[in-house]
């Protein structure tokens, strides 16, 4: 692969498409009134938003040869575990952080609501210029918000502080966190074959544990109940019920056990970035055009023959092993794997082969800038959903819910207009992800 394609246009379009549809579900105007192929499934089963996070971990999986094959090639130092190491720590912790800002209890505690809010866009800020490396302007925002909050003590408001004791530890960051750090030591100690033996060792021994061994406390064990199966007993023995998803109450959909099929994702995806990356053999300078675009369409062949097989073997294991996104069983794995693959080589054949590249503008925008896109809409949602202002019968209502009733519901019937609005929500951030684009302005860790 020459050095002007060096960088696979293809993957930051399937990255971008990614994270848009991830924004894109987690943000309806209600979860009311949804679509279905928008909603995660029960338990068993598969919908389109079931695709997403896999993709994403897929991709991350691809970009690891990418970015570590060089340094593998010229040898592995302490510098390069330090670097898996620390992007790993930060990945976490801005998992973490997305819950936790701004501190407080921004309910709970009686400040005017505009003070609070204003606090936690100083903390957010200050973040957003952390992850920028400018540790000038980050600090004295970071500065604004606790003078802030002990402001409010000091004038007699009750600040209650953030309850850690409840706080969820799983989540998708810290999921890709670990999966990244694991995969990354992997690709580095292990060839593609071992690989492989690693992934389907990880499936086979995790169908084993799942169906094979009891679960205390259960008469029965099975995946068909939520909260008798081993990766939700596992969740609640070991990170409790205040640390896991609320939601669900029973059992984490990022939980630990079913973290390990996550890797073999993960592994996929490394696999397919290595095999991308291989340079075809050395062709004089009259064939090199043309052993090129073969290339390139071996690639697309076999990334559509590989997502066949995958897609195929997934829904056989489905009728022992059923899809379950939750518990990330390994048919999911092998499903999800598949479509990626498929849609992967769609990409490439549309962008990188055929030069079909201004459809998919938008997708590079998202692509390029992934992180922050889903850390601070993922900020900004939690921020209009605390902020209340007067409805219309006088009573406070979350700004979110102002906006979708006084706009959106008034244009359209509530599943149009829920979608209406996640549609526009992603709309914004293409916009403000498009002022970081246009300023060369990429947030990596």
């Known amino acids: 692969m020459s050095e002007a394609n060096s ?157 850690f004791g409840t706080m969820r530890i ?6 890709i966190a670990v999966c990244y750090l694991i995969v990354s030591v992997i690709f580095l100690h292990t060839n593609w074959k071992q690989q492989i033996y690693i992934a389907g060792g990880i499936l086979l021994g995790y169908w084993a544990v799942m169906t094979l061994i009891p679960v205390p406390g259960c008469e029965i064990s099975t995946i068909d109940d939520k909260a008798c199966n081993l990766a939700a007993w596992l969740d609640r023995t070991i990170l409790t019920e205040d640390h896991i998803w609320r939601s669900a109450k029973v059992f984490d959909p990022e939980g630990i056990l079913s973290t390990l099929p996550a890797i073999a994702t993960t592994i996929a995806g490394v696999l397919t970035g290595t095999w991308l990356t291989k340079r075809p053999a050395d062709p004089g300078p009259s064939e090199s055009g043309g052993i090129a675009r073969e290339d390139n369409l071996n690639k697309v062949s076999g990334l559509s023959f590989f997502g ?65 896109l889903f850390v601070f809409s993922g900020i900004f949602a939690r921020m209009i959903g605390a902020y209340r202002v007067s409805g219309a019968d006088g009573q406070p209502v979350a700004v979110q ?14 599943v149009d207009a829920s979608l209406l609005y996640a549609i526009c929500f992603i709309l914004v951030w293409l916009f403000l992800m498009w002022l970081l684009y246009r300023k060369n302005i990429y947030i990596k860790v």
């Open 7 to 163: 960088r696979l246009i293809s993957l930051d379009v399937f990255r971008g498409m990614t994270i848009a549809g991830m924004v894109l579900v987690n943000n309806p105007g209600t979860w009311s009134h949804i679509y279905d192929p928008l909603e995660h499934a029960s338990w068993h089963g598969l919908t389109p938003t079931d695709w997403i996070f896999p993709f994403f971990l897929f991709i991350v999986g691809v970009a690891i040869p990418i970015a570590l094959g060089k340094r593998l090639a010229e040898g592995v130092t302490r510098k390069v575990y330090t670097k898996i190491v620390s992007r790993s720590a930060m990945i976490f912790a801005l998992g973490l952080s997305m819950s936790v800002i701004p501190f407080f209890q921004f309910a709970a505690t009686n400040a005017p609501d505009w003070l609070k809010m204003l606090i936690w866009l100083a903390m957010t800020g200050g973040l957003f210029f952390l992850l920028l490396r400018n540790f000038k302007v980050a600090g004295i925002l970071i500065g604004i918000s606790v003078v802030g909050v002990i402001g409010l003590n000091l004038v007699g408001y009750n600040v209650v502080p953030y309850n």
């Open 170 to 175: 799983p989540g998708v960051l810290q999921r």
């Open 308 to 372: 066949a097989v995958l897609l195929g073997a997934g829904y056989v294991w489905n009728s022992y092993f059923p899809f379950n996104k939750a518990l990330w069983t390994s048919s999911y794995v092998l499903v999800t794997a598949g479509l990626a693959l498929l849609t992967l080589g769609a990409c490439y054949w549309l962008i990188d082969i055929k030069g079909y590249k201004a459809w998919a503008k938008p997708f590079v925008i998202f692509g390029m800038n992934a992180l922050p």
């Open 401 to 414: 819910k102002w906006v979708f009733d006084n706009i959106f519901m008034s244009i359209a019937q509530p």
